[in-house]
T-cell receptor
Framework: DVKVTQSSRYLVKRTGEKVFLECVQDMDHENMFWYRQDPGLGLRLIYFSYDVKMKEKGDIPEGYSVSREKKERFSLILESASTNQTSMYLC????????????FGPGTRLTVT | RKEVEQDPGPFNVPEGATVAFNCTYSNSASQSFFWYRQDCRKEPKLLMSVYSSGNEDGRFTAQLNRASQYISLLIRDSKLSDSATYLCVVPSYNTDKLIFGTGTRLQVFP
């Protein structure tokens, strides 16, 4: 069974802290994605990656960076957390050729105070 | 015009009812469309794909109207377990990204 896991379900951080959100998939998928989901705005793509060490900006990359050192792991980094980054963060992966069939992790609810 | 628009609902229907909701899209060149389902406090999961005129899977039917640029999701014989938010998803023009609608919430009551 397909599985995407995220390091934390809930996280509370202070403004200015560096935050790491980890995502791991066990399906040997090439493609991995980071989204944030906010009420009334839907899911918005932050960054995605087609392969190890590759990354592409999504629609809202400002204030974020990513790292993909291993195929199964895709990390989202908030260099200096701000209150407007309080959100639900969802990681997803998909196999090559099935870009649109994305499997999501359970999400991390991040609160920045 | 937003790339993908959905009525947020909620649609409140009794068990056994038939319910349908639409999603409009702005990119007339889009060739494929998707419905994802998201249960409360859970992650989205792919429900159905729509590539041409439509797709049917059990009680669920997805249809495409290219002339009016909308897709619809019809649920027959609604079950309590169908209560969820249904996300309309369209690939972005000329990129590999998905554009998610904000979702339509369905609540099925006994």
């Amino acid at each position: 069974d397909v599985k995407v896991t995220q390091s934390s379900r809930y996280l509370v951080k202070r403004t200015g802290e560096k935050v790491f959100l980890e995502c791991v998939q066990d399906m040997d998928h090439e493609n991995m994605f980071w989204y944030r989901q906010d009420p009334g705005l839907g899911l918005r793509l932050i960054y995605f990656s087609y392969d190890v060490k590759m990354k592409e900006k999504g629609d809202i990359p400002e204030g974020y960076s990513v790292s993909r050192e291993k195929k199964e792991r895709f990390s989202l980094i908030l260099e200096s957390a701000s209150t407007n980054q309080t959100s639900m963060y969802l990681c997803a992966s998909s196999a090559p050729g099935t870009l649109y069939e994305q499997y999501f992790g359970p999400g991390t609810r991040l609160t920045v105070t | 015009r937003k790339e993908v628009e959905q009525d947020p609902g909620p649609f409140n229907v009794p068990e056994g009812a038939t319910v349908a909701f639409n999603c409009t899209y702005s990119n007339s060149a889009s060739q494929s469309f998707f419905w994802y389902r998201q249960d409360c406090r859970k992650e989205p999961k792919l429900l159905m794909s729509v590539y041409s005129s439509g797709n049917e899977d059990g009680r669920f039917t997805a249809q495409l109207n290219r002339a009016s640029q909308y897709i619809s999701l019809l649920i027959r014989d609604s079950k309590l377990s169908d209560s969820a938010t249904y996300l309309c998803v369209v690939p972005s023009y000329n990129t590999d990204k998905l554009i998610f609608g904000t979702g339509t919430r369905l609540q099925v009551f006994p």
